[in-house]
């Protein structure tokens, strides 16, 4: 089955450390993102990539990081310098990253601090 | 710049009754609107959207919405719930050329038997 996996399901970060959140699909698209999800709050756009070894910050790009060598896969990266980092972090992917299509979603990776 | 705002954050209701989410958006261009599910603990997955021609858009599950212009709106409705409906809508907005989607704060909606 076509889809996006992310991992681990569950992550746990200690202070002063970075972490990085995997996702990875087999959807043969193009473009891939990371929102970020608060409780109440609506998702907010981290990072997005349109084509491979190439990407654009989003709305609340500080203190992460992503990178784009392969087609299939997008990580993000949570550095120590994100000093609020627990919440619930979505990757989607859609065809091509225009306005009008369809954005395909992962289950999430829920991210606490320790 | 695309903004989209949520009326209410919670909207409980009984089982088989109708229900109305609000959405409203402000852009200065042609829009896309779209509206996704989300059950608890999982992405998010799309349940319809408005690209162009008749505004009245529906899904397989019974819900539909109506694209307004005039008042900016793209409200979502079921004539008859089901408690399996129980989930938070995201109503979100796409302009211009680039797949940047502003997504609203959420509706939780509860489906009481």
């Known amino acids: 089955d076509g889809g996006i996996t992310q991992s681990p399901k569950y992550l746990f970060r200690k202070e002063g450390q970075n972490v990085t959140l995997s996702c990875e699909q087999n959807?043969?698209?193009?473009?891939m993102y990371w929102y970020r999800q608060d409780p109440g709050q609506g998702l907010r756009l981290i990072y997005y990539?349109?084509?491979?070894?190439?990407?654009q910050k989003g709305d609340i790009a500080e203190g992460y990081s992503v990178s784009r060598e392969k087609k299939e896969s997008f990580p993000l990266t949570v550095t120590s310098a994100q000093k609020n980092p627990t919440a619930f972090y979505l990757c989607?992917?859609?065809?091509?990253?225009?306005?009008?299509?369809?954005?395909?979603f992962g289950p999430g990776t829920r991210l606490l601090v320790l | 710049a695309q903004s989209v705002t949520q009326l209410d954050s919670q909207v409980p209701v009984f089982e088989e009754a109708p229900v109305e989410l609000r959405c409203n958006y402000s852009?200065?261009?042609?829009?896309?609107l779209f509206w996704y599910v989300q059950y608890p603990n999982q992405g998010l997955q799309l349940l319809l959207k408005?690209?162009?021609?008749?505004?009245l858009v529906e899904s397989i599950n019974g819900f539909e919405a109506e694209f307004n212009k005039s008042q900016t709106s793209f409200h979502l409705r079921k004539p008859s719930v089901h408690i399996s409906d129980t989930a938070e809508y995201f109503c979100?907005?796409?302009?211009?050329?680039?797949?940047?989607?502003?997504f609203g704060d959420g509706t939780t909606l509860t489906v009481k038997p």
């Open positions: 989607a992917s859609s065809v091509q990253g225009l306005a009008q299509e369809t954005q395909y």
């Open positions: 959807l043969n698209h193009d473009a």
């Open positions: 990539s349109q084509i491979v070894n190439d990407f």
């Open positions: 852009s200065s261009v042609s829009v896309y």
């Open positions: 408005y690209l162009s021609g008749s505004t």
């Open positions: 979100a907005v796409s302009e211009g050329n680039a797949g940047k989607s502003t």
